[in-house]
């Protein structure tokens, strides 16, 4: 069988029990853009490979090049100004595989520091949420093209020849995010407020948090209390069979029911985002104060914390929380 064809096919395969129903306008016009090359700083490939379907070729040659990499047939673009530039970086940080030489890394560090504190907290916000290119789970409201792609990456992760890709993907990111930390708590330092600890802290010790998750909690008509009232009313309407915000009932053998431990995580992260709670400090502080405010507890922690975006039901409860479309706290 040829090998554009075996991609063909390869590409829109189902996961076992995933229905979604995709026309097939969409898989032809994804498939012709199976990978597409995003240029960094102008540079570009022949697409001799593309043609012939060699896609992981294709791959390896635009890594060499130090170019990036997105599923989208969008014709997309990176320079170090464009990557500065907030309507830009949403998109590069959703949809582009980070392939870029340590060339590039470096020149985007050395441009950290000319940034904006406001502009350090988005890209900390976006990159904790997206610390891989089409994170799971699919947007409640994508389009069929952005919903064939997701089905394409999950498909490709299978796939060793595709393995370089997204270790440099996770590479970048994650060290972008440590500078982005790192400029936040400089610049807290210089205003003489307590640092948030270092996202490399998600696997440190199981500690209690020394930070009280009230005062974490930003005010709804002037009062903490009626924005817990608020996030405790949206975890039932989106399922959750018990009150976050009180000690939970443990099982005979001395565990968290189940599904608690994700469903709480999701609930943090999510209200977090939206701005309910102080986006200052890091996911792991605010859910460490979380428990000792809620008086709950989690067995191995650090082992937890250190994976909780790849726990099920961490990704259910994320998924139904969104699917309510609560506004932002301004």
């Known amino acids: 069988m040829p090998h554009f064809v075996t991609y063909l096919i390869y590409s829109v395969t189902l996961p076992v029990g995933r229905k979604d129903k995709i026309s097939i306008a969409t898989k032809y016009l994804s498939n012709r853009h199976f990978l597409n090359e995003v240029s960094v700083e102008g540079k570009m490939n022949s697409k001799f490979q593309f043609r012939l379907g060699n896609y992981d070729l294709y791959a390896a040659q635009i890594i060499r090049t130090g170019n990036c990499i997105t599923l989208l047939s969008t014709p997309l673009s990176v320079t170090e100004d464009s990557f500065w530039n907030t309507n830009h970086f949403e998109d590069l940080v959703k949809y582009v595989f980070w392939t870029f030489n340590r060339s590039f890394l470096l020149k985007l560090l050395s441009?950290?520091?000319?940034?904006?504190?406001?502009?350090?907290?988005?890209?900390r916000e976006l990159l904790l949420e997206y610390p891989a290119a089409y994170r799971e789970p699919v947007p409640a409201h994508a389009d069929e093209e952005l919903r064939f792609c997701y089905m394409k990456n999950g498909n490709m992760k299978k796939d060793a020849k595709f393995r370089l890709m997204y270790s440099l993907d996770e590479q970048n990111r994650s060290a972008?995010?440590?500078?982005?930390?790192?400029?936040?708590?400089?610049?807290?330092?210089?205003?003489?407020?307590?640092?948030?600890?270092?996202?490399?802290d998600s696997a440190g010790p199981e500690e209690i948090s020394p930070l009280d998750f009230f005062q974490l909690v930003r005010p709804m008509n002037g009062s903490p209390e009626e924005t817990i009232r608020f996030i405790t009313n949206k975890t039932q309407q989106a399922g959750?069979?018990?009150?976050?915000?009180?000690?939970?009932?443990?099982?005979?053998?001395?565990?968290?029911?189940?599904?608690?431990?994700?469903?709480?995580a999701a609930m943090i992260?999510?209200?977090?985002?939206?701005?309910?709670?102080?986006?200052?400090?890091?996911?792991?502080?605010?859910?460490?104060?979380?428990?000792?405010?809620?008086?709950?507890?989690?067995?191995?922690?650090?082992?937890?914390?250190?994976?909780?975006?790849?726990?099920?039901?961490?990704?259910?409860?994320?998924?139904?929380?969104?699917?309510?479309?609560?506004?932002?706290?301004?």
Do not use: C, M, W
């Open 240 to 264: 959750y069979k018990f009150s976050p915000f009180t000690p939970v009932k443990r099982l005979a053998n001395g565990k968290n029911p189940y599904g608690f431990n994700g469903a709480a």
């Open 176 to 200: 972008f995010l440590k500078a982005v930390e790192k400029g936040i708590a400089e610049g807290l330092a210089s205003l003489g407020k307590p640092l948030p600890s270092p996202i490399e």
């Open 111 to 123: 441009g950290l520091e000319k940034q904006p504190p406001a502009i350090l907290a988005l890209y």
């Open 269 to 330: 992260y999510h209200f977090q985002q939206l701005g309910y709670i102080d986006k200052e400090y890091v996911f792991v502080d605010v859910f460490k104060a979380y428990l000792k405010y809620s008086q709950n507890t989690v067995g191995k922690l650090s082992t937890f914390l250190a994976n909780y975006r790849e726990d099920n039901q961490f990704r259910k409860y994320l998924s139904n929380l969104k699917e309510l479309e609560i506004n932002k706290l301004p």
